[in-house]
């Protein structure tokens, strides 16, 4: 876990319900060395955020209209290799997860029915590896 001497994770999160987003924010603004520096409704604008903010960690819906998470994710990692991507969704089963992380540009998974901590936790893990430049 991040120690009080590091910077806080840049951390923007992407879901086109509004009330996912919204619950997000105020769980990740409780959460010490996280600064939530974004809040997008689709791909398209997730990308847009990115360009602008430079998060550390990007928590990704995969079904968003516009553009779906899976496309907007391999646009991000050209964009900014080190930002890691956390898919978060409830439409990927188990034993989907695996392929899903090795054919695209997504870093972790976590399944939105997951408790709010394994999010935390996942997000600190993946802020720490884009920290250290590790992918």
Do not use: W
């Not at 516009?66 to 964009?79: E, F, P, Q």
């Not at 080190?82 to 540009?105: F, G, H, K, N, W």
Request: net charge negative; aromatic share 2%.
């Amino acid at each position: 876990m991040l120690s009080n001497q590091q910077a806080e994770l840049k951390v923007l999160v992407a879901d086109d319900h509004e009330l996912t987003r919204l619950s997000l924010k105020f769980s990740l603004s409780k959460q010490r060395n996280i600064a939530l520096v974004g809040l997008a409704s689709n791909g398209r604008e997730a990308i847009d955020l990115v360009e602008r903010h430079h998060p550390e960690v990007l928590i990704l819906d995969l079904q968003m209209p516009v553009m779906d998470g899976l496309s907007a994710s391999t646009l991000v990692k050209k964009i900014e290799p080190d930002t890691q991507i956390l898919a978060y969704s409830s439409a990927v089963e188990d034993s989907q997860t695996m392929p899903i992380t090795e054919t695209v540009s997504i870093d972790g998974f976590c399944h939105k029915d997951a408790p709010t901590e394994e999010l935390v936790e996942l997000v600190h893990q993946l802020g720490e590896r884009s920290l250290n430049g590790t992918t």
